[in-house]
């Protein structure tokens, strides 16, 4: 599946995944925490040309190299961008050494059950021949579970698995993201019952076929263990789910095996009134940071 030198990365090298993927609903906000305002800019054009600015500068940081960035989640129009001249997943790859992932969800169904399954994506195998033809390596996608309902929950394994498997069959790599909201009053029930989904659909995998999973950072330590080193399992990222850097980064350092895959932990320092060699400074002081979690931990079942 995809470039085998890419698969070697994301497999077994220390390190994180820069989740640079903010579309369309969670622009705005992420551009406010950069500093721009809605004042700034007119439409969605200049909104997503300044957003595309933010990354490409993060992107460009002397830091963000695959010595410590080993993957990067992309927004469609981030894929189909550039830096400086040169289109974004190639860049990445070849003069960065960070595996290019891309965001394939169009958003999410009104909750029902307790969770938001994906909206159609009816045009999902054209984006994947286009994004495998420019050099991307996996997909993301992404359902929302706000309660420990059963059958919503069974209802978000079943769909993230069925897309996941039409990936496969397009050459890329999957990762599958059924988030668990940090918000929830049953956040600890429905990661037991997400847990027992997942692994049922894990081990019905043709022994041909490997995922990745992106899960919150569980309440109990250690929780994910069992997908740790699972056949059909290349790698288990965490999401920090709105946790600040440094909580999402203390938690994490409690689950032996997961890496981070941090979006709004990334960018928090980060504000577009800062000069080049500040900017590099926040972004590098935040990787070391990010890394750390990711690779040095501590013992299971500590207290955070």
């Given amino acids: 599946m995809g470039d085998a030198k890419m ?19 969670s622009t705005p906000g992420a551009l406010r925490a950069y500093g721009v305002m809605e004042t700034d800019y007119q439409g969605d054009e200049e909104m997503f040309r300044l957003m595309h600015a933010m990354r490409v500068r993060i992107m460009s940081a002397p830091s963000f190299t695959g010595d410590k960035v080993i993957g990067a989640i992309l927004f469609e ?8 001249g040169e289109p974004v997943p190639s ?20 909750e029902e059950n307790g969770v938001q399954t994906m909206k159609p994506m009816p045009e999902l195998d054209a984006l994947l021949i286009r994004g495998r033809e420019k050099g991307i390596f996996g997909t993301k996608m992404r359902s929302v579970i706000a309660n420990a309902d059963k059958a919503g929950i069974a209802a978000v394994v079943k769909q993230q698995f069925e897309v996941a498997r039409q990936i496969i069959g397009q050459g890329l790599m999957p990762i599958i993201e059924p988030e668990v909201s940090i918000k929830s009053p049953t956040k600890q029930e429905a990661e037991a019952i997400l847990r027992d989904e997942i692994a049922a659909y894990l081990d019905k995998l043709p022994s041909s076929e490997t995922v990745m999973l992106k899960l919150t ?25 709105g946790y600040s850097t440094a909580d999402a980064c203390q938690k994490l350092k409690h689950n032996p095996g997961m890496i981070a895959s941090f979006s709004r932990g990334l960018t928090e320092s980060l504000r577009v009134t800062m000069t080049d060699a500040e900017f590099n400074a926040a972004v590098a002081g935040t990787i070391d940071q990010i890394y750390d979690a990711s690779v040095n931990k501590v013992a299971a079942g500590c207290a955070a």
């Fill in 7 to 25: 698969l070697h990365k994301m497999s077994s090298a220390p390190g994180f995944i820069a989740a640079l993927d903010q579309s369309g609903g």
């Fill in 77 to 84: 129009r981030t894929m189909d961008g550039d830096v400086n």
């Fill in 91 to 110: 860049y990445l790859w070849q003069k960065r050494g960070v595996v290019p992932f891309l965001k394939i969800d169009k958003g999410l169904n009104a």
């Fill in 217 to 241: 950072i569980p309440t109990v330590a250690d929780f994910y263990a069992p997908f740790i080193g699972h056949k059909s399992v290349v790698r288990v990222v965490a999401l920090s789910g």
